[in-house]
């Protein structure tokens, strides 16, 4: 009956992932069949903790965020929870070995959600580690199956990676980070005065984690390689629909690749991995 018990809750955190993210879940359906239900784990929990501080206005996000992190430590401790989420991912957690440091930067992040920050540089690439290049460097840890040297190796790609990520989730949404929860995450940029210069800034930035980013997946394991490329073709797609958007666009709308794109995504990614043109 465990058995029914972990799978049940691994169902749960498939059930998330596919529900809020369709390029996420493409992503995932591009990995090596032994690597979803890990990463699902991975997703649901990250999910679920982004969900307190970016939807829940009319509860005590603080208090439903501490709750969260207390019983996270919990179910890692005691290797069991009745929240499916979480018990799915201590599950991955204690397979795959990973590091609490990583849990505690996310978190972190998660928390400086819940109050108006003003982001210097510093505190920025902080949030950055915490909220995206700490849930790449998880993935990475369930990629490489405990081969710790190979895993050293790929940390600062990944990270890249999970920067370059986002920052384009952070372009993509400036209009409901600042609309509806007075948030914008870039260092030394104004909503009201946001211009074409402070675009150009950015997109160099992000075009220079992309680039590195790339480094390390074709030096990822091949069971890995073709869902994060795919996840990495997604977001560039999105990044140039961005990119050549004007200001007030950026502003004003959600840029979205629609699923008839998304799914072009896929097939070319999947027809340059069969070729090792990756």
Known sequence: MMQLFEETCLGCSRLITNNYST????????????????IYGVYGFVRFADEIVDTFHDYDKQKLLEEFKVDTYKAIEQKIS?????????????????????????????ALDLEDQNYDPSLYDVYIYGSAEVVGLMCLKVFCEGDKAEYERLVPYARKLGSAFQKVNFLRDMKSDYVDRGRVYFPGVSFNQF???????????????FTEGYKGIVQLPEGAKFGVY??????????????????????????????????????KSFVRNGLNLL
């Open 23 to 38: 390029s996420f879940s493409l992503g995932i359906k591009a990995l090596a069949k032994k690597f979803h239900d890990p």
């Open 82 to 110: 009745l929240n499916p989420v979480l018990q799915s991912f201590q599950q991955v957690v204690h397979e795959y070995d990973i590091p609490i440091e990583l849990i505690d930067a996310f978190l972190y992040s998660m």
């Open 195 to 209: 211009d074409d210069e402070a675009k150009k800034v950015i997109e160099a930035d992000i075009e220079a984690d």
């Open 230 to 267: 795919t996840a990495y073709r997604y977001y560039l797609k999105l990044f140039d629909k961005i990119r050549h958007a004007p200001v007030e666009r950026v502003l004003n709308e959600r840029i979205r690749v629609p699923n008839q794109q998304k799914m072009t995504v896929l097939f």
